[in-house]
């Protein structure tokens, strides 16, 4: 058997944290068995459903490097296959038509309400025959749902779970306009496009009992199912827009990287021994759903990023140059030039030790193409006083006179002159950085200036003994 699963989101909004765990689950699942991963876009509900919603569905998969097989799939494009069901249903007795008139379920809910008990269909129409119809009603079409016994479930995280048929009421598969529900739209689709394995959210299990009833009324083999626990904040609150239950997009536009987040979602809710780190390849060789655990996992920001921070130090150079590059050009108001680009991924080993985003990547990366004179903020105006330019001046002429540009040869001369002039290394290096970066945090200031070269090195220092 070829595994098969499905990530089917509603583009109703972005593509959140949520179900990006669950398409990760699934595109890992058919991964790692070698099968197909396919999206459906849910999109019967044709109010709330939205061109720029699809397209953030696609776009935040593309970026996650979650590619599925074949086309998406439009649910409303399948709404005849939908029909076709549920007049196969009727035509075997296992649905029938409802003419309830609205006042008729109104004073339902209401004897519910009073009775403290959820609302079900009585099922006053279940027996009946369209002969028996009033006039000036269109009729729903209700599954007859078993109502002795029980329907058992063995979920593949949750174990088996049941619930007895008299919890279960008569639902609605097409509505009185034509319209097919969810109910029916997800299991005619999973049917005709082969899913074999249904992962999602545990949200999703009392809808499971229904869907399974559909399946056996329909003659089909339903598919295995794993419901998944749900992400819950750091405070174990459930998962809202104060703890980061944002757009795929915006962890994009804060700086984190695809692989990390891959990684760090992987990790909610399913584990490997005690790795932590787990890169895509050995993720697809690991996972299975024996890992994934029971209870809600919760979402950590801070160790989101601390997962970034790694990614970025194991990130290849030129690949962190063109993911910061759109951010520099923006700053610079131009384009990075080859020159640009060559000196960011000469520096970028010393830039991204520091960096734990993005986003800070590229604001510490941009002195090294910044205009000149360089702007200075206002602790590296302190070191660059008086004093600190008589001690710039003196590191200027040594450094003019040093034959050998490279790091260790700049530091033994700059540590002989500290010796020399009976001053503290530091006193000599931090005017120096000031200079050189326009700050007084930067990477090594030896690394700094090899990557700018003697030219610039000792052309960005006259700019700061010239300025004030």
């Given at each position: ?94 649905a029938y038509r409802c003419y309830c008139s609205p006042d008729e379920l109104t004073e339902m809910r209401e004897q519910a309400r009073a009775e403290g008990k959820p609302m079900r269909y009585d099922g006053r129409w279940r027996d009946k025959t369209d002969a028996d119809a009033p006039a000036g009603i269109d009729p729903v079409i ?110 994009r536009d804060d700086g984190m990287l695809p692989e990390a987040l891959r990684n760090y979602l992987l990790k909610l809710g399913w584990g490997h021994g005690d790795d932590e780190i787990i890169p895509t390849e050995k993720a697809i060789e690991w996972f299975d759903l024996g890992g994934v655990g029971k209870a809600a996992a919760r ?170």
């Open positions: 058997m070829t595994v098969v699963t499905r990530f089917a989101p509603s583009p109703t909004g972005f593509l959140h944290i949520g179900g990006a765990r669950t398409a990760l689950f699934n595109w890992l699942f058919a991964r790692h068995h070698g099968g197909k991963f396919l999206l459906r876009i849910e999109d019967t509900d044709r109010k709330r459903s939205s061109d720029d919603a699809i397209e953030a569905i696609y776009a935040g998969l593309k970026w996650l490097e979650l590619d599925w097989d074949g086309d998406a799939v439009s649910q409303f494009s399948c709404i005849e296959q939908h029909r076709k069901a549920a007049l196969t249903l009727l035509a075997n007795g296992n209700r599954l007859k749902a078993p109502r002795e016994g029980a329907t058992v479930i063995a979920d593949q995280v949750q174990g088996e779970v049941t619930v007895a048929n008299d919890q279960l009421d008569d639902m609605v598969l097409m509505r009185a306009d034509g319209t097919p529900t969810y109910m029916l739209a997800v299991v005619v689709d999973d049917h005709d496009m082969g899913i074999t394995h249904v992962i999602r959210g545990d949200d999703h299990l009392t809808n499971a009992f229904r869907q399974y009833q559909l399946y056996q009324a329909l003659g089909w083999r339903p598919p295995e199912f794993a419901h998944i626990p749900l992400i819950h904040g750091a405070d174990g609150a459930k998962l809202s827009k104060r703890h980061g239950a944002l757009g795929i997009e915006s962890y979402f950590d920001t801070v160790k989101l990023t601390s997962l970034n921070a790694h990614y970025i130090r194991e990130a290849d150079n030129d690949r962190l140059v063109g993911l910061i590059a759109p951010a520099l050009a923006e700053r610079l108001g131009r384009d990075l030039t080859d020159d640009d680009r060559a000196r960011l991924s000469k520096g970028m080993d010393g830039l991204k030790e520091r960096a734990k985003t993005l986003v800070e990547l590229a604001d510490s990366a941009y002195f090294y193409v910044a205009p000149r004179p360089l702007q200075l903020n206002d602790k590296a105006i302190k070191l660059l006083d008086k004093e600190g330019k008589q001690r710039l001046a003196i590191v200027r002429d040594r450094l003019a006179a040093l034959e050998d540009w490279q790091a260790q040869s700049m530091e033994e001369s700059l540590k002989k002159l500290a010796e020399e002039t009976d001053t503290k290394l530091g006193m000599l290096a931090q005017p120096l950085r000031a200079a050189l970066s326009g700050s007084n945090v930067s990477p090594g200031i030896f690394d700094i200036m090899v990557v700018l070269g003697r030219q610039e090195t000792v052309e960005r220092i006259e700019d700061s003994l010239n300025q004030g």
